[in-house]
């Protein structure tokens, strides 16, 4: 499937503003591919994906799940909007016929992050927090500076921000996200 076509139908899945949001971290994905001479066309795809089973209600995320034979970790039982990464790679796949491993990494991970990300997995990592629709997160001029600078400690700083947001929220924390933040902070 070419791109045009991607953008066509993701246009007509996602919310506008969720489409408009997907624009900004295809594009923010791009300019950090350029910065650190990772490949454009593959940063720039993965960007416009990540997001991709974000209009799947939750019901149809765990039918997805089970017929997909893929795991549900409690964190994602009790907020089954996670699931959006992991659902994310398989539509990929499945729907936009992407078989890239790198790109399909970094859609699967864009949320919670891993230990060992791959340059791509960073990229759209903070692409997704950076991009020039978010305004909400503090800090975010900093942060979007340090992208450009030092892109593993601008991935430590989302992830503390993350981490103490859930904390403060005390909202359901995918254990994940933790184990990525005591892997940079080493």
């Known amino acids: 499937m070419n791109k ?30 350029m910065r650190y001479g990772y490949d454009v066309e593959k940063a720039d795809l993965a960007g416009l994906l990540h997001d991709c089973a974000k209009h799947l209600s939750d019901k149809e995320k765990f039918a997805l799940c089970k017929r997909k034979k893929i795991k549900i970790s409690s964190a994602e039982k009790k907020n089954p909007g996670l699931l959006h990464a992991k659902l994310g790679a ?24 891993k230990p060992e990300m791959s340059l791509l997995d960073k990229i759209v990592f903070i692409a997704d927090y950076i991009e020039p629709n978010r305004d909400q997160a503090p ?34 924390m995918d254990p994940m996200t933790m184990e990525t933040y005591q892997y940079y902070i080493k």
């Not at 398989?90 to 992050?113: N, R």
């Not at 800090?139 to 103490?164: G, H, S, V, Y």
Request: glycine fraction near 2%; charged fraction near 35%.
């Open 4 to 33: 045009k076509d991607m953008k066509k139908r993701l246009k007509s899945d996602l919310k506008p503003s969720r489409y408009e949001h997907t624009l900004g971290v295809e594009y923010t994905s791009a300019c950090l591919a």
């Open 90 to 113: 398989v539509l990929a796949k499945d729907k936009y016929d992407i078989k890239d491993k790198e790109i399909l990494s970094a859609i699967t991970w864009h949320t919670t992050g």
């Open 139 to 172: 800090n975010l001029d900093e942060i979007r500076q340090m992208a450009f600078t030092d892109l593993d400690q601008c991935l430590i700083m989302i992830l503390k921000q993350t981490l103490d947001y859930l904390e403060s929220k005390d909202a359901c």
